[in-house]
């Protein structure tokens, strides 16, 4: 008779390992706090510091230009995209990070020092649009390079975990953005937030910036690119063989995000002003309330990976993405109620969703694209992604409310996202266990999805 099998213990992380899991983790929560503090000043101060004359004729429009601000950084992600994608193909992983990484913060800090537009005139919001310009730029090179550190170091078994550390960047600089903003708005009044207040978070991305860039600084090059550089095959020019080669991953990477990014920016951004300004509710409790949402989704986006290790990164990607467009519309209802439990409690709940079509990913991103041209494939398509995705939707979703009074109508936009990514995702072939390395090869057609 045999004896029973029994399973291999998991092979403890090496020093190595450990170091990119905090290094992609520390400098992707660096980067969105940085991203996400912008946003959610431009729902809460921005508008009657830097717009304010275009409220004179159309009451509202200063808000609107506001939150499209968020938005315009968007348009520029492509171009950060194709210079890191490029020169993270050719000259290393690491090297595009920490680029990244520094050019984020000065922009950010230097959003902290500017004048606004009773001080310098016009010059004040045309000069902040370019700093948003430039957080554009620096977050389009960024996401790809933290995923394909973390997904290239890691076990194969253990690749959606892996990736999930730079997808929890999110939640976490959002954690961070709403906790400063929330003790700020706590210590402080309506008047001297209003004044000074708010500049402090942008200040404080200097400090948070200088750690990032230790930690950065002390992590290997990906072993794939080491790999790369000992068979001199990488591509003279990734971006072009990228879009001769896979343009159907690059379409299928961009509208699989879709439905995640505008879903994920109602929470970052819209749902904030929505609850203060149409639902009166109190600032401090809002903020509270994102806070949590936060922490939930944090913790589904981890989870999220580490499901995708076991049941595949497509089937993951689909419970998360059904999950979402069924909580839609009770979503708004419970918002609707203008209690604050009832508020905090649906915005957590979308969390869950959020985070089963966000930790696996980088995973699957990586694993969808050949090594010459991963970083170029996987940071093009996030930033074209969330283009359509997140870029307009808190602008949207005011625009929606403004012209039908219903925020279920928000909530319909959603839906009809997340059933356009649910179809992508479903039109991708499981990546699970793919060959990662130089000789390996990664899908290059779509088919059905294993179960």
Same mark, same amino acid.
Request: proline fraction near 5%; aromatic fraction near 10%; hydrophobic fraction near 50%.
């Given at each position: 008779?045999? =004896? ?25 929560? #660096?980067?969105?706090?940085? !991203?996400?503090?912008?946003? %959610? ?8 510091? $830097? $717009? ?14 506001s ?17 890191a ?13 920490? !680029? ?10 230097? @959003? ?13 919001? +045309?000069?902040l ?5 430039? %957080? ?13 550190m ?16 730079? %997808?929890?960047?999110? *939640? ?11 003790l ?6 309506? =008047? %001297? ?6 500049? #402090?978070? /942008?200040? $404080? ?21 080491r ?19 896979? *343009? ?7 509208? #699989? /995000? ?18 203060i ?36 990164r ?10 979402? !467009? ?13 209690? @604050?439990?009832? !508020? ?29 041209? &991963? ?8 930033? /074209? ?6 870029? $307009? ?7 929606l ?14 839906? +009809? ?7 992508a995702?479903?039109?991708? &072939? ?22």
């Amino acid at each position: 008779m045999s =004896e029973p099998h029994t399973a291999a213990p998991r092979r403890r992380l090496s020093t190595e390992e450990r170091k990119v899991l905090a290094s992609t983790l520390a400098g992707t929560s #660096i980067e969105w706090y940085d !991203f996400f503090i912008y946003a %959610q000043a431009a729902s809460l101060v921005f508008a009657p510091l $830097f $717009f304010s004359p275009l409220s004179a004729d159309a009451p509202g429009l200063a808000d609107l230009i506001s939150l499209a601000t968020i938005g315009i950084s968007f348009l520029f992600r492509p171009l950060g995209a194709v210079v890191a994608g490029r020169f993270g193909d050719r000259l290393g992983r690491k090297k595009m990070l920490v !680029f990244t990484l520094v050019t984020m913060g000065a922009a950010t800090t230097l @959003i902290g020092l500017l004048p606004t537009y009773g001080d310098i005139g016009v010059a004040a919001p +045309l000069v902040l649009i370019l700093l948003r310009v430039v %957080q554009g730029f620096s977050a389009g090179g960024e996401w790809g390079g933290a995923a394909l550190m973390s997904v290239e170091h890691a076990p194969v078994t253990r690749r959606g975990l892996f990736g999930a550390y730079p %997808q929890i960047g999110v *939640p976490i600089g959002l954690i961070l953005a709403t906790g400063v903003l929330w003790l700020l708005t706590t210590v402080t009044t309506t =008047e %001297q937030f209003n004044t000074w207040g708010w500049r #402090i978070p /942008f200040l $404080f991305s200097a400090v948070l910036v200088l750690l990032g860039y230790l930690i950065r600084r002390a992590v290997e090059e990906s072993p794939v690119f080491r790999e790369m550089l000992r068979r001199r095959k990488a591509s003279s020019a990734p971006l072009r063989d990228l879009l001769r080669r896979n *343009p159907v991953q690059v379409l299928l990477t961009a509208l #699989i /995000f879709v439905a995640n990014n505008a879903a994920g920016y109602l929470v970052i951004a819209y749902f904030l002003s929505y609850g203060i300004e149409t639902l009166d509710l109190a600032r401090s409790s809002v903020l509270v309330a994102t806070v949590l949402a936060a922490v939930g989704w944090l913790a589904s986006t981890l989870y999220g990976g580490a499901l995708s290790d076991r049941i595949g990164r497509v089937r993951t990607f689909q419970i998360g993405y059904a999950f979402v !467009f069924v909580w839609m519309l009770p979503l708004f209802l419970l918002l609707d109620t203008g209690h @604050i439990v009832a !508020f905090g409690g649906a915005i957590l709940v979308l969390t869950l969703g959020l985070g089963l079509s966000y930790g696996p990913m980088s995973a699957l991103y990586a694993e969808m694209f050949p090594a010459p041209v &991963r970083y170029s494939g996987v940071s093009i398509g996030y930033a /074209f992604g969330a283009i359509l995705g997140g870029a $307009f939707a808190p602008t949207l979703a005011e625009l929606l409310m403004q012209k039908t009074g219903w925020s279920g109508s928000i909530g319909v936009y959603i839906m +009809l996202l997340s059933v356009i990514s649910f179809a992508a995702v479903t039109a991708v &072939r499981e990546t699970k266990g793919v060959d990662l390395g130089v000789t390996g090869s990664a899908p290059t057609r779509s088919a059905e999805p294993t179960s």
